[in-house]
């Protein structure tokens, strides 16, 4: 028996964690009047770009904000709410994804291709079915290959009516400087270690040194806090970060195999590098601010380790993870890559 769709709880703008400024220039584009035609949400993952990208959504199209809703008991005209109402017909659908007028594009296989950007010109070259504004999100523009990002910037040049674009990104530098130029950007910021920590430690019912522990690996980001909280996750963080304190005393076939195993998955190669950055990176600190360390579990490890590494050898290690994940970027062979710096992780 086919069972129904999970319905979503609307985030409106109240909802949004940690992100004031932004949510304040966003009121003030609904209040005035003066939404752009595209606007270009930049920031690492996790911190609120797609929330945002719903709940604005919902504002330009919550039935509580239309110009008859916005008049007072004499007729007289009201500045039109700056949020959404989160309960309306229109606001659920958006919520739970049924809106005909919200249209949601993604990367598959972590690219965005000129089909899909194609099928979307084509679908905003008709009237909205229900809506005020047609809204397109699209998340992780920057993954467009060069087709799909020419046509979207035709798209951008000549807008529709009634229709609003709305792009994601880490860094507004991964877009073609013409298609950013197009935009209205909003810097999205990390969140607040505390305020993550009560986030995660509330979703989660984590206790409060659990919650800090994630908060602080996490680096500001809401989606990495929650999945270093997942117990597979923090069996390999201690697995890793336990083998690369022993390498040095082990044979180079032990930093081969490492990197044989971790090179499986380049997403969680990815994640691996990260966590021995911060470790790498606390062996450092610990010497000059003890206090100032992201591992906070592992300071016994951080005490003994740091003192036995001169700091020249850190900070190449350090060098040689930054060169690593770089040539990651640019898709070199990832076995090999990750083979030279366990070696050197293990010198």
Same mark, same amino acid.
């Given at each position: 028996?086919?069972?129904?769709?999970?319905?979503?709880?609307?985030?409106?703008?109240?909802?949004?964690?940690?992100?004031?400024? *932004? %949510?304040? @220039?966003?009121? #003030?584009?609904?209040? /005035?009047?003066?939404?752009?035609? $595209? &606007? =270009?949400?930049?920031?690492?993952?996790?911190?609120?770009?797609?929330?945002?990208?719903?709940?604005?959504?919902?504002?330009?199209?919550?039935?509580?904000?239309?110009?008859?809703?916005?008049?007072?008991?004499?007729?007289?005209?009201?500045?039109?709410?700056?949020?959404?109402?989160?309960?309306?017909?229109?606001?659920?659908?958006?919520?739970?994804?049924?809106?005909?007028?919200?249209?949601?594009?993604?990367?598959?296989?972590?690219?965005?291709?000129?089909?899909?950007?194609?099928?979307?010109?084509?679908?905003?070259?008709?009237?909205?079915?229900?809506?005020?504004?047609? *809204? %397109?999100? @699209?998340?992780? #523009?920057?993954?467009? /290959?060069?087709?799909?990002?020419? $046509? &979207? =910037?035709?798209?951008?040049?000549?807008?529709?009516?009634?229709?609003?674009?709305?792009?994601?990104?880490?860094?507004?530098?991964?877009?073609?400087?013409?298609?950013?130029?197009?935009?209205?950007?909003?810097?999205?910021?990390?969140?607040?270690?505390?305020?993550?920590?009560?986030?995660?430690?509330?979703?989660?019912?984590?206790?409060?040194?659990?919650?800090?522990?994630?908060?602080?690996?996490?680096?500001?980001?809401?989606?990495?806090?929650?999945?270093?909280?997942?117990?597979?996750?923090?069996?390999?963080?201690?697995?890793?970060?336990?083998?690369?304190?022993?390498?040095?005393?082990?044979?180079?076939?032990?930093?081969?195999?490492?990197?044989?195993?971790?090179?499986?998955?380049?997403?969680?190669?990815?994640?691996?590098?990260?966590?021995?950055?911060?470790?790498?990176?606390?062996?450092?600190?610990?010497?000059?601010?003890?206090?100032?360390?992201?591992?906070?579990?592992?300071?016994?490890?951080?005490?003994?380790?740091?003192?036995?590494?001169?700091?020249?050898?850190?900070?190449?290690?350090?060098?040689?993870?930054?060169?690593?994940?770089?040539?990651?970027?640019?898709?070199?062979?990832?076995?090999?890559?990750?083979?030279?710096?366990?070696?050197?992780?293990?010198?």
């Amino acid at each position: 028996m086919a069972t129904a769709p999970r319905r979503l709880k609307p985030n409106v703008f109240a909802d949004i964690i940690d992100q004031e400024p *932004v %949510i304040r @220039i966003l009121r #003030a584009y609904l209040a /005035n009047g003066t939404l752009p035609h $595209a &606007l =270009l949400f930049a920031g690492i993952p996790g911190i609120g770009k797609k929330t945002t990208a719903q709940a604005l959504a919902m504002a330009v199209n919550c039935l509580h904000n239309t110009p008859q809703a916005a008049t007072d008991t004499d007729g007289r005209p009201q500045t039109p709410a700056a949020d959404a109402c989160g309960h309306c017909i229109a606001c659920r659908k958006i919520a739970n994804r049924t809106h005909p007028d919200v249209i949601r594009i993604e990367p598959e296989n972590r690219v965005l291709r000129i089909g899909r950007i194609r099928d979307l010109c084509t679908q905003v070259a008709m009237k909205p079915y229900e809506a005020r504004h047609r *809204v %397109i999100l @699209i998340s992780d #523009a920057h993954t467009m /290959n060069a087709e799909a990002a020419n $046509a &979207l =910037l035709k798209l951008l040049e000549e807008p529709p009516d009634c229709t609003l674009l709305i792009l994601t990104a880490a860094e507004r530098s991964d877009l073609l400087p013409t298609i950013v130029s197009r935009c209205q950007c909003l810097r999205f910021t990390p969140l607040d270690r505390r305020k993550l920590a009560e986030l995660i430690a509330a979703r989660q019912h984590l206790d409060p040194p659990a919650a800090e522990l994630a908060a602080t690996l996490a680096g500001g980001s809401v989606t990495k806090a929650e999945a270093l909280t997942d117990a597979d996750v923090v069996n390999f963080r201690r697995w890793l970060l336990t083998t690369i304190d022993q390498l040095p005393a082990q044979p180079p076939a032990v930093a081969l195999a490492v990197a044989e195993e971790i090179s499986k998955d380049k997403t969680a190669a990815t994640d691996a590098l990260e966590l021995i950055q911060t470790y790498v990176r606390d062996l450092v600190v610990w010497r000059y601010a003890p206090k100032k360390i992201i591992n906070l579990d592992l300071q016994a490890a951080i005490a003994h380790s740091a003192s036995k590494v001169p700091v020249a050898d850190l900070l190449a290690r350090y060098e040689a993870i930054q060169k690593t994940q770089k040539e990651m970027g640019a898709n070199v062979n990832l076995r090999l890559s990750l083979e030279r710096l366990f070696l050197k992780l293990a010198a």
